[in-house]
């Protein structure tokens, strides 16, 4: 009986291998491999599918975060609020700019941004906010953008985990300055890195893609200090084979959430993740917390039996960032931030891909129940 992995991006790729092949013979075939009509046309899908009216692609889900922060003029001497419990490329960007990050604990609930303890972490310093969709699911935007309106301060979304996800209607990179991460176990994956940043303002979108291109917009005559963050052509004409997909492959996420949440309800020792009631959740990850004895030990024996059954999981994330060993300078402490400290020890995310099978399911199901069982 073969492993059930985190994600099978094998098995996506044979669900859709003739029009891939085809997309990267051509751009092969072309000689251009930067740059081009299929970058252009992938931005122009991209912006469409998020409800914009700009999309900049580039290299890496971190660098659209970057050039966002970059567009905006945050600079040594800001602050900007984001959650401790994330991957470390949201703060990354920030420090990468001469900024500070600044944490807000978060939603045991939702894993996301604890709006309530927001505003009290606003100081005369903050220029903008960063909320993470994390593991596909949105945070209320309605709330966030009211709170960073009243005090006139920018909010770009890290959508890396949650393409397609939708908020009050909209899709999530519409609300905010979109930044979206195409690696590879993302819902919208490419084969390879890639990103993208969305907008409607016009005047943002200019500066991202000056930015990009080494600080020109014209060849070599270099306005900004800029970077080389383009997206390779390849990568291009792969996600827009991909992004005709990707509501099939988001609905199917959902239809898998929904047999978690019926298989494993009546299973003691853990608690499921909540779809919040006024988005769409997209699933890049089913998170389930293993609740137990309390302990860090407890999800990761349970974890390691899981894995001698043959079902892999993933633990996002064992170490939240205000206690990673490149933020001890900013002063946080053990306690600081409890709840994203209590989820860094129970949080385990079970195998999730749209061609996940019914039968695969049952089993990581079973699994995990007899690996409760027999650390209870």
Same mark, same amino acid.
């Given at each position: ?70 567009? #905006? *003029? ?7 609020? &984001? %959650?401790?419990?994330?991957? @470390? $490329? +949201? ?83 519409s609300i905010g300055l ?9 819902? #919208? *994956? ?7 940043? &969305? %907008?409607?303002?016009?005047? @943002? $979108? +200019? ?12 060849r070599y005559y270099h ?154």
């Amino acid at each position: 009986m073969s492993n059930i992995p985190p994600v099978d991006l094998a098995q996506q790729y044979q669900t859709i291998a003739e029009e891939v092949n085809a997309a990267v013979l051509s751009v092969l075939s072309s000689g251009r491999y930067i740059g081009g009509n299929p970058v252009e046309s992938f931005e122009q899908q991209f912006a469409s599918y998020t409800g914009v009216s700009e999309c900049i692609a580039c290299n890496s889900g971190t660098d659209a975060l970057y050039l966002a922060l970059r567009s #905006l *003029g945050i600079k040594s001497q800001d602050q900007v609020i &984001t %959650t401790p419990f994330t991957f @470390i $490329a +949201t703060a990354e960007a920030i420090s990468a700019v001469g900024a500070t990050p600044v944490f807000v604990d978060i939603d045991p609930e939702t894993f996301n941004l604890d709006l309530n303890q927001l505003e009290s972490a606003i100081t005369s310093k903050t220029k903008a906010i960063i909320p993470v969709h994390l593991f596909g699911q949105p945070v209320d935007m309605t709330r966030l953008m009211a709170i960073a309106n009243a005090h006139n301060l920018f909010v770009i979304e890290d959508c890396a985990q949650a393409t397609g996800a939708e908020w009050g209607g909209r899709k999530v990179g519409s609300i905010g300055l979109g930044c979206f991460s195409f690696f590879p176990t993302k819902n #919208l *994956g490419a084969c390879g890195d890639g990103g993208a940043v &969305t %907008t409607n303002d016009s005047a @943002i $979108a +200019t500066q991202i893609r000056r930015l990009r291109e080494h600080g020109t917009s014209s060849r070599y005559y270099h306005e900004a200090t800029g970077i080389n963050s383009r997206l390779d052509a390849l990568q291009a004409a792969i996600l827009q084979i991909k992004l005709r997909y990707l509501n099939t492959w988001n609905a199917q996420r959902r239809e898998i959430a929904t047999r978690y949440q019926d298989l494993l309800s009546p299973i003691p020792g853990i608690i499921l993740p909540q779809a919040p009631s006024g988005g769409k959740t997209v699933w890049n990850q089913y998170t389930i917390r293993v609740i137990g004895k309390g302990t860090e030990e407890t999800r990761d024996k349970v974890r390691s039996q899981m894995q001698e059954k043959g079902v892999s999981s993933m633990v996002y994330y064992p170490l939240p960032l205000h206690l990673q060993p490149v933020y001890q300078g900013l002063g946080y402490q053990q306690g600081s931030f409890p709840a994203a400290e209590q989820a860094c020890h129970e949080v385990l995310s079970l195998p999730i891909f749209p061609e996940l099978s019914i039968e695969q399911q049952q089993r990581v199901v079973y699994a995990l129940k007899e690996c409760l069982t027999v650390d209870s």
